[in-house]
């Protein structure tokens, strides 16, 4: 399995603001993906991670309020921008394909960064 | 599109018991399914994983069973215990290395 340091763990932000949430893996892997569990849902996922290259979005997601880096196979950073109430979520990165296993992969999350935004 | 339902949403048992978590899928296209837990305010801890070719997979208490044909896939906890308390998730991978999740069924166990 793979040991996910996502960091902050939480925060309250001011409306306005913008927040970036770093996600370190401890092996490199093939995908990296973040997702958004808003309060009392389940999970939605935001975008695909590629490495060196721009991030993959879902369908209502966009570059510029979740602009998303993948510098190498074991970093990713989400950043939430000019943040809103509607954004308190918990964010959370998701991991898969260890030692380049390919699509049978077991995924593996995060402890997730709670949100809130006042 | 894939529509992934978890029934009960909720559910409450005596320590002892056994417990048993449904999950179903319009879309039989499937690479693999996934058994999550979440507890409050956390992330998910990897449960099961089922791949397309296997019809359950047992870890412990757990086993889960997968029927594509029937588009359901079937968590049993045997002898809960209320350390088992927490919400299940259920995912199910297809084109595009996409999970898609139920709602999920959050559990209670009664000491």
């Known amino acids: 399995s793979a040991v996910i340091s996502q960091k902050p763990s939480r925060d309250i932000c001011q409306r306005g603001t913008s ?97 809130t935004v006042v | 599109k894939q529509e992934v339902t978890q029934i009960p949403a909720a559910l409450s048992v005596p320590e002892g018991e056994n417990l048993v978590l449904n999950c179903s899928f319009t879309d039989s296209a499937i690479y693999n399914l996934q058994w999550f837990r979440q507890d409050p305010g956390k992330g998910l801890t990897s449960l099961l994983l089922i791949q397309s070719s296997q019809r359950e997979q047992t870890s412990g208490r757990l086993n889960a069973s997968l029927d594509k044909s029937s588009g359901r896939s079937t968590l049993y906890i045997a002898a809960s215990q209320p350390g088992d308390s927490a919400t299940y998730l259920c995912a199910l991978k297809a084109a595009g290395n996409k999970l898609t999740f139920g709602g999920g069924t959050r559990v209670l166990v009664k000491p």
């Open chain 1, 19 to 115: 927040l970036t949430i770093q996600c370190q893996v401890d092996s490199q892997v093939t995908m990296m993906f973040w997702y958004r569990q808003q309060p009392g849902q389940s999970l939605t996922l935001i975008a695909t991670a590629n490495q060196g290259s721009e991030a993959t979005y879902e369908s209502g997601f966009v570059i510029d309020k979740f602009p998303i880096s993948r510098p190498n196979l074991t970093f990713s950073t989400l950043t939430v921008s000019n943040m809103s109430p509607e954004d308190s979520s918990i964010y959370l990165c998701s991991v898969a394909g260890l030692a380049g296993q390919g699509i049978e992969a077991e995924a593996f999350f995060g402890q997730g960064t709670r949100l």
